[in-house]
């Protein structure tokens, strides 16, 4: 089946940026897109967000809870360039100024149902000690240009990063017109 | 012609003796197969992780196969490397893990030796640093010369691969 005539499918995806865990930071946002490739268009919902900035709490140290809500409808020909959803992690330092505190990325469920994503975050590190320590006085830490740099696999041979932490997003996938146009995401061993 | 997408991340690494690490990784796949779009190799980031985290490398992979022949389903070759803190990298291992082949989202593991030798080498080896390599990464996933070699055990590649088939009932082919 050639792909100009091959029909389009649609996928659902609903639910929520829910928390992320960083045990030594504190006055955490969280900002979300979804990344797909060129055969994908979003018929309905957002791409992105930014969510609001929360603090730690004494009950749960290092646990922050956004509960940021995602709802997006995508629909594609071929499942090549399946969506991802990058997260970057801002915090506040001690001067008030923005740095991020990581970054990471997933691709979305192949699946329908109900999805728990745990999502490793990491940050870009200095090139050298005295970079690190002018970063400090400067505030100028380094960061990606775009966030969805994390969602390609180009360039990356370059980038020193320290990990740490991760973000939990919870979420529904529902399918349309997937097994139709030919499609297999389960093993067809029912029958 | 039946079409497989593989897509999905290397996620990380467990289990070496050192944490500054990144690896490469290359598709392999049989005369039969064509990978008609998407990078068929690649290098991650290097990361040095927090004290309590594994190491992450949210690389992603996305593969679109064309399809001819079931003989030589395609594999990942892993080759890990840490990076001192001089910008040097050792061969820390090899590993290859095999794509799976019913449809679905897996969470496999791959398991990385590392060629070793014995006496006087891995003494020089031991005060001035390095690692043995394999002149051909063949050897990795063939069977060619393999009782020659001799290696140790190092850590775990954590990989999340998601399989869409298309085109393969067509054929009578059950997966």
Not at chain 1, 49 to 55: E, F
Not at chain 1, 97 to 116: E, F, K, S
Request: glycine share 10%; charged share 15%.
């Amino acid at each position: 089946m050639a792909d100009g005539e091959a029909g389009v499918f649609h996928m659902l995806v609903t639910g929520a940026v829910e928390c992320g865990h960083f045990p030594t930071y504190n006055n955490l946002y969280c900002k979300y897109t979804i990344v797909f490739g060129d055969h994908w268009t979003a018929t309905a919902g957002i791409e992105e967000g930014v969510s609001q900035i929360a603090s730690r709490s004494s009950h749960h140290p290092g646990e922050f809870v956004w509960n940021f809500p995602i709802d997006i409808t995508l629909k594609s020909q071929l499942p090549r360039g399946w969506p991802q959803i990058v997260v970057a992690v801002y915090g506040l330092d001690m001067f008030g100024r923005d740095i991020v505190r990581g970054y990471g990325t997933c691709h979305l469920p192949v699946t329908a149902g109900h999805h728990t994503l745990k999502i490793p975050t990491f940050a870009p590190r200095p090139t050298t000690r005295l970079q690190h320590i002018l970063g400090w006085f400067l505030g100028q830490r380094p960061e990606f240009y775009e966030s969805t740099f994390v969602a390609a696999g180009e360039g990356r041979e370059v980038v020193r990063v320290r990990s740490h932490g991760h973000v939990i997003v919870k979420c529904n996938v529902a399918f349309k017109d997937f097994h139709r146009l030919g499609f297999h995401n389960a093993p067809s061993n029912q029958n | 012609m039946a079409e497989v997408f593989v897509f999905g991340q290397v996620r990380g690494a467990s289990g070496f003796p050192q944490r500054s690490l990144f690896c490469t990784w290359e598709a392999i796949h049989g005369a039969g197969w064509r990978l008609l779009r998407g990078a068929g190799d690649g290098r991650t980031h290097v990361d040095a992780p927090a004290p309590d985290h594994d190491v992450t490398w949210a690389h992603p992979l996305d593969m679109h196969f064309a399809v001819q022949s079931m003989q030589g389903w395609p594999k990942l070759g892993f080759k890990v490397y840490h990076q001192d803190d001089f910008g040097r990298n050792e061969l820390y291992g090899y590993g290859v893990c095999h794509i799976p082949m019913s449809p679905g989202s897996h969470t496999l593991e791959c398991a990385c030796c590392q060629p070793s030798t014995s006496g006087i080498e891995s003494f020089y080896q031991s005060l001035v640093g390095g690692s043995l390599q394999l002149k051909s990464d063949d050897a990795v996933h063939t069977q060619v010369d393999r009782f020659k070699l001799k290696t140790k055990t190092m850590g775990t590649v954590h990989v999340q691969l998601n399989i869409v088939t298309r085109g393969f009932e067509a054929y009578g082919i059950e997966m």
